[in-house]
């Protein structure tokens, strides 16, 4: 028991390393050959992805305005400085080309824009909105890598925000959305199972009347999403939508097992017996049917490991290995601690009982 004490906490020491993860490449087939155009944008240009820059100017304004335009070349200015952001657009793209051919007036700007095929022109200016987008691209990389590059856009937005009060210039797209909400939300998803955890232990105990129990049944079962979470952290993987999916289920899963072996266990003990002898037969008598139920859920839900999709790949690899190790918790640690806390419940009853405790 203090051995798996032990082991527990060196993996809980390291699953709580564990850093967000999420990349949109991870989330479509990666054997197609768009993916594959994708990472040699990404190789050669600067990446496939846009951020967009969204310019809302106000009511009494026109995007012909030379104060619409320079916020519009400005926040350009800042984009294109931006390292990691490439190949950006805007009205301002045009405007500099009319400016080398010559003429880079309102007016002149305003004839170009008016002889432009409307889906065109709809791809960086929404005239009925009175909004103005610059686009640039970004490569296909961890959120946690994309964050720094989103902050340091929006700081330096901020001069201009300020300088421009009735103007709307916010940074948006796919690309920013998932970067800024992916981490929290997959953060909020690992405390939620940390909290069921903790939660279903306490239940365990309720079912069963004993407090005992029921913190018994936390050792067993932070066991196999710890080794786990150890498992990601080592590998450099991280903790994805999918990881956290995996985890909840094969922890439900193995708590299956967890109430089974209790059961059986509460069946198996004899009064003034030995607590060995109730534990021996409790695990011979029900680990063939553990073993055997850890084996189809296992192969079933790990047969996703042939997915091309990347986290389809992830979440059985690691349902499948929960499973295992719960299992291994289940037939090892929870005997032992089980059989700790029985001798102490003993113990504690003889002292309250005022006569010795016989030994065998």
């Known amino acids: 028991a203090t051995g798996g004490l032990i082991v527990v906490v060196t993996l809980g020491t390291i699953h709580l390393s564990l850093q967000p993860r999420y990349r949109l490449a991870d989330q479509v087939p990666d054997k197609e050959q768009a993916l594959a155009a994708s990472q040699r944008l990404d190789a050669k240009l600067t990446g496939a992805n846009p951020i967009h820059v969204m310019i809302d100017w106000p009511k009494d304004a026109s ?4 104060r619409v335009l320079k916020v519009i070349g400005a926040v350009h200015e800042i984009v294109e400085s931006q390292s990691g952001v490439g190949n950006v657009w805007s009205v301002e793209t045009l405007r500099r080309w009319l400016r080398e051919s010559g003429d880079g007036s309102p007016q ?4 170009y824009v008016e002889i432009l ?29 994309l964050r720094p590059v989103i902050e340091r856009l929006e700081a330096l937005l901020q001069p201009v925000r300020a300088q421009n009060p009735d103007f709307r210039i916010v940074v948006t797209g796919l690309t920013v959305v998932a970067a800024r909400n992916s981490g929290s939300m997959i953060g909020q998803l690992n405390n939620g199972l940390s909290s069921e955890m903790i939660f279903v232990s306490a239940l365990v105990g309720v079912a069963f009347r004993s407090l005992l129990i029921g913190l018994v049944t936390v050792l067993p079962n932070l066991f196999p999403v710890f080794a786990a979470g150890a498992l990601l952290a080592l590998s450099g993987e991280g903790l994805q939508f999918a990881s956290v999916v995996a985890l909840t289920i094969a922890f439900g899963l193995s708590l299956d097992a967890t109430i089974h072996y209790l059961n059986r266990l509460r069946l198996e003990t004899r ?4 607590p060995v002898v109730g534990v021996k037969r409790a695990t011979v008598l029900v680990g063939p049917a553990l073993l055997l139920t850890t084996i189809v859920l296992a192969f079933g839900l790990g047969v996703t490991v042939f997915s091309d999709l990347p ?3 992830l979440f059985g690899r690691l349902t499948a290995l929960t499973l295992i190790v719960a299992l291994i918790g289940d037939l090892l640690i929870l005997p032992a601690a089980m059989l700790v806390a029985r001798r102490l419940q003993g113990r504690l009853r003889a002292r309250l009982a005022g006569r010795p405790l016989s030994q065998k």
């Open 108 to 111: 002149t700007l305003k004839k």
């Open 117 to 145: 095929p409307e889906h065109l022109t709809q791809r960086f200016v929404n005239f009925k909105e009175r909004s103005a987008v610059v686009t640039g691209r970004i490569p296909d990389v961890d959120a946690s890598q």
């Open 271 to 274: 009064p003034g017996e030995d």
């Open 311 to 313: 986290s389809l790949r």
């Open 63 to 66: 995007l012909y305005d030379e």
